[in-house]
């Protein structure tokens, strides 16, 4: 059975850092691409940051260009998200996901999800 469970997540302040993990079990995920998403209350789930399956690419939305950084780490078959400077627009849950498709920045092109981690950025 195919897993990705998220961490690190939590309540923090406007300008705080915080990291992100997804570890996979089940499967091998060294030939896919890894995506990150968050969805707020009320809103449609939005693509947030995705890397290739050498790291070499990286992909961002603008507006977290410059704050998050992605990263993985095929020996441990898991995926990062390094948050940086947050703001209370960060607040979501934060989702990871698994794609061996090219179009990184849909939703719908994951085939495998996580459950979500909530991360709360206060003012």
């Known amino acids: 059975q195919v897993q990705l469970l998220e961490s690190g997540g939590g309540l923090v302040q406007a300008g705080d850092s915080l990291r992100l993990s997804c570890a996979a079990s089940?499967?091998?995920?060294?030939?896919?691409?890894w995506g990150w998403f968050r969805q707020a209350p009320g809103k449609e789930r939005e693509f947030v940051a995705a890397?290739?399956?050498?790291?070499?690419?990286?992909y961002y939305a603008d507006s977290v260009k410059g704050r998050f950084t992605i990263s993985r780490d095929n020996a441990k078959n898991s995926a990062y998200l390094q948050m940086n400077s947050v703001k209370p627009g960060d607040t979501a849950v934060y989702y990871c996901?698994?794609?061996?498709?090219?179009?990184?920045?849909?939703?719908?092109?994951?085939?495998?999800w996580g459950q979500g981690t909530q991360v709360t950025v206060s003012s």
């Open positions: 996901a698994a794609t061996r498709l090219l179009t990184v920045r849909g939703a719908g092109s994951y085939e495998y």
């Open positions: 890397i290739s399956w050498s790291g070499g690419n990286t």
């Open positions: 089940g499967r091998t995920f060294s030939t896919y691409y």
